[in-house]
């Protein structure tokens, strides 16, 4: 794997790229030994959010190949979220969104990232479309959340959010507040 990078940080882009390519393995059980990863840092102006995004290319890529990438905390290498994406651009349709099927893979996928000793302790389906697939939370043991959006007939997992202090509302359609905007 080679490595470009941007910026000073806590963590080197080599550390970074290294957290997020064990990330990435467990949740999409990719060999990344010919991938490329680009490593870009973040620095924002709320206490302890700066972060890593490393993105891995594989060799050769065409529109219909797989990029992954992942963000992760700056100074201990913790997930912040983790994707695969194409430029295909072509909608997957999601069918029969009420099945419990959808939750369960959800929480196969989590598992599959959290450390043998957290558990989930209870999911919720956050929303669900035909073009986007099917959003879910989990609220683990440890007090932190982790979200999953499944797409497609094989149910793949599009994106993985890690909330650290539990599940904020964030993802949900409607607005937390009475007055909120968006």
């Known amino acids: ?34 991938y490329t990863a680009h490593a870009s840092f973040s620095k924002n102006p709320m206490p302890n959010s700066d972060n890593w995004t490393v ?15 992942a963000s992760v905390d700056s100074v201990n290498g913790s997930m912040l979220d983790a994707s695969s994406f194409n430029l295909s651009y072509l909608v997957d349709n999601s069918k029969n969104l009420e099945g419990p099927e959808w939750r369960n893979k959800a929480e196969e996928d989590i598992a ?9 302790t209870s999911s919720k389906v956050i929303y669900a479309t035909p073009e986007t697939g099917v959003m879910v939370v989990s ?3 440890d007090g932190s ?5 499944l797409t497609g007939e094989n149910k793949e997992a599009a994106v993985y959010i890690f909330f650290p202090n539990g599940y904020d509302g ?10 909120a905007v968006g």
């Open 1 to 34: 794997m080679s490595l470009s990078q941007l910026g000073a940080k806590d963590i080197s882009a080599e550390q970074a790229a290294a957290y997020a390519a064990d990330i990435l393995k467990k949740a999409y059980n990719v060999d990344f030994t010919s």
């Open 55 to 69: 993105i891995f290319h594989a060799p050769n890529e065409d529109n219909t190949t797989n990029r992954y990438i």
């Open 112 to 120: 599959r990232l959290m450390p043998e000793e957290v558990s989930i």
């Open 139 to 141: 609220e683990l043991s």
């Open 145 to 149: 959340a982790c979200a999953v959006r």
């Open 170 to 179: 964030s993802l949900d359609l409607e607005p937390i507040a009475e007055n």
